[in-house]
């Protein structure tokens, strides 16, 4: 017994529009299997070329497709892409009035093409022709600083970038919910500032690799470190390089003391890193003006870091202030605010309550750093001398330190006096020593008439 074959389903793509298709072709009497076969994978590279059009109309956030969307898909299936569409100029597609010889046919629709008249054209004016494409070079960024010319974009104001921000509160905790305008201002903000990718070469590659590994473990030669530590003084063209080793520098004092640092090798790897920051200011060739605020927390938390190795803690504190002070010689001239706030920042590490001993010592030798003006500030006008002597009198590198940065408030003198209590005039200095610097350090200071008279400053000559 003979079964009927079933009838071929198709899906959107019928299979008399296969069939119209190989008429055109000189195919005629094409079976129904076939034109159904043909009709499915029609429809397949359809949805596929919609599939991946909707890709470019996704990463293009938008939400309607185009005729661009389905070009670029066509190209990346390495199909042909269809002519005479424009995004630009979408066609329109009208309805055919239906057809009295065939009422059972489908609605047709096309394309309706505009009439020109000639005349009208010829009695227009004549459209001039734009000029031709021109290149033009100009300075994109200088240094680092982008150039305020008309070829390059705004720069963003800062009262603009300060209104985006939240308001947050000292505990961190954000004032109030941000609104739809705010997280607007928001994305628009972070669109601006997009992030440029720099690829390095494989040379730069190869060179940072063997010098981190020659800088670190501290255990390695100590030729190829001092060797690596002064091609970062003087070998010019490692500009590229500059944020990677500050961010490697930086992620390095920061392991070294999560833990406390108080083992040997967190010692040693501290001081490896502070003199690889040295050497980079060191170097006259590299630009390092706009990495100043990555450069500041490594050397400030080595230096203020409560506990540090008892056998590098006096070295590390030294080496972090000269490199902190050499920081603010060759860069206070350009921001004139950067010195007054590291002073800031040590004198609250020195007098604020609850400190250690450690903290202050480093506060006291980054004050020697900046100068005389930060000392005589510090220990003197802030009172860091008074609170060091009346805490920590019994701590011998301390009271060094202190005594060590105020003498360099101390004019140079061939003979040293005391000043004689039993002198009115050299017991009031002593009352005003110990008023300023406390019992302590003012009856070590006393013991030098001329300077205590120069310590003092116009309060003793008045």
């Known amino acids: ?27 005629p009497n094409i079976s129904d299997i076939v034109a159904s076969a043909l009709a499915s994978d029609v429809e397949y590279r359809i949805h596929q070329v919609i599939e991946e059009a909707a890709r470019f109309m996704r990463h293009g956030r938008r939400t309607i497709m185009t005729t661009a969307d389905i070009e670029q898909a066509l190209r990346v299936l390495n199909i042909e892409p269809l002519y005479g569409h424009s995004s630009h100029n979408p066609p329109t597609f009208k309805r055919a009035l239906p057809f009295p010889n065939a009422p059972a046919a489908g609605s047709v629709y096309f394309v309706e093409d505009e009439e020109i008249d000639f005349d009208r054209v010829l009695r227009e004016e004549k459209i001039t022709l734009p000029k031709g494409v021109s290149w033009n070079a100009h300075w994109l960024a200088v240094e680092g600083v982008q150039p305020l010319i008309p070829e390059n974009p705004p720069a963003i104001p800062k009262e603009a970038a300060q209104d985006v921000k939240p308001t947050v ?80 520098v930086g992620d390095g004092v920061v392991r070294g003391l999560k833990d406390g640092g108080m083992s040997e090798t967190d010692g040693k790897v501290l001081e490896v890193l502070i003199s690889v920051t040295g050497s980079l200011l060191a170097n006259t060739t590299l630009f390092v003006e706009p990495y100043l605020h990555q450069m500041l927390p490594p050397v400030l938390s080595t230096l203020l870091h409560s506990s540090l190795p008892p056998s590098h803690a006096v070295l590390l504190r030294s080496s972090a202030a000269q490199t902190l002070s050499r920081l603010l010689t060759e860069h206070s001239t350009t921001y004139p605010s950067l010195s007054p706030r590291i002073g800031k920042t040590l004198l609250l590490a020195l007098i604020s309550p609850g400190k250690s001993s450690g903290t202050r010592h480093g506060a006291i030798r980054g004050l020697a750093g900046i100068g005389k003006e930060a000392v005589r500030k510090g220990l003197v006008e802030g009172g860091g001398a008074k609170v060091v002597g009346s805490e920590f009198s019994d701590d011998e590198s301390l009271v060094a330190a202190v005594m060590d940065a105020l003498r360099m408030l101390r004019e140079p003198a061939d003979m ?45 000559t008045a």
């Open 169 to 248: 509160l000292t505990n961190g905790i954000v004032g109030g919910p941000p609104t739809a305008a705010t997280k607007k201002q928001e994305q628009q903000l972070q669109q601006q500032q997009q992030l440029v990718k720099q690829v390095l070469s494989r040379e730069l590659q190869l060179y940072y690799a063997r010098l981190t590994s020659s800088l670190l473990p501290p255990g390695s030669d100590l030729a190829k470190r001092d060797a690596a530590l002064a091609s970062l003084r003087s070998d010019a063209g490692l500009q590229a390089l500059l944020p990677y080793l500050i961010k490697w």
């Open 1 to 27: 017994m003979n079964k009927s074959r079933p009838t071929a389903q198709t899906g959107v793509y019928k299979t008399d529009s296969i069939k119209d298709v190989a008429e055109s072709l000189n195919l």
């Open 416 to 460: 040293v006096d005391a000043l004689d209590p039993s002198n009115p005039s050299d017991a009031a200095v002593i009352e005003e020593l110990k008023i300023v610097f406390g019992d302590y350090f003012g009856e070590k200071i006393s013991r030098d008439a001329a300077w205590s008279r120069t310590i003092l400053g116009p309060v003793a």
